[in-house]
């Protein structure tokens, strides 16, 4: 069975870098057996109801960021969509309980193409897209990937990409070290996943350390707890990789078997 993986996205220029982490995501790709087709939540595509792409062909590459390296603007990520893997997840949500709608026009933000392009630099393996709403409750957000749980025996991998502390404000340019709130947000986070404490997980902006600080807006810390879901016949949570750039921004990876 595939796992389901949260994955950091970091800043855009991520996809420039070569640094421990993009190597680390670079090998995870290779070392893990290559699924059938990718579904991905992006902290990067917002909706009030559940969207599902539905692209045919190849996507498009969206550039939602500026300022950064011309480089950056000149990357392509031609992944292609999977009409069965779209309609696979739309019945699981429907059978769960949960509108959905289909989406045949939007292309890849950088939420999904940096992540995708550093396991699968070949977009030789097809994507489904999915958004994320920051408005719903843990719980929500947690049954959702759950209802996704049996695509991982179709050898499709399930991937959140987000980020754990994500708070652009903060960003520390000077910073050579990592800031104490940032390590305690995260280590708290560890321990809960470890666990698999739901109650205090979908209650971490009241119970967790430094929880505004670090997640001041939900939409990126969002897809951790549906990939998490997506884990839930095992609920067994594994930290793979964790750093962090200009003081506090994480760069982790969480298994769920």
Not at 130 to 147: C, D, M, P
Not at 171 to 195: C, H, I, M, P, Y
Not at 242 to 251: F, K
Request: with cysteine.
């Amino acid at each position: 069975m595939m796992p389901s993986l949260f994955i950091a996205h970091g800043a855009p220029s991520l996809a420039l870098e070569e640094n421990a982490y993009t190597e680390f995501v670079q090998k995870l790709g290779q070392e893990m057996p290559k699924p059938k087709a990718i579904v991905l939540f992006s902290a990067h595509w917002e909706s009030n109801t559940q969207l599902v792409s539905s692209v045919s062909g190849s996507y498009d590459t969206i550039y939602d960021f500026g300022g950064f390296q011309p480089e950056l603007y000149q990357i392509k990520y031609p992944a292609e969509g999977h009409a069965e893997t779209t309609a696979e997840v739309v019945k699981r949500l429907t059978e769960a309980g949960i509108p959905v709608q289909t989406d045949d026009m939007r292309g890849l933000d950088h939420g999904a193409w940096v992540v995708l392009r550093l396991l699968y630099p070949e977009a030789d393996i097809p994507v489904v897209a999915l958004s994320v709403n920051r408005y719903l409750t843990g719980e929500q957000q947690y049954q959702i990937g759950k209802a996704l749980v049996s695509l991982r025996e179709q050898d499709i991998l399930v991937i959140g990409s987000g980020g754990t502390v994500h708070n652009l404000r903060r960003l520390n340019w000077e910073s050579t070290g990592v800031d104490s709130w940032a390590l305690e947000f995260d280590s708290w986070l560890q321990d809960k996943l470890e666990r698999w404490d739901t109650d205090a997980l979908f209650a971490y902006d009241k119970t967790a350390p430094s929880a505004q600080a670090a997640v001041p807006t939900p939409e990126h810390f969002v897809p951790l707890l549906l990939a998490m879901g997506a884990g839930d016949a095992k609920k067994q949570a594994s930290l793979l990789f964790r750093a962090y750039q200009l003081g506090n921004l994480s760069l982790s990876c969480w298994k769920f078997e």
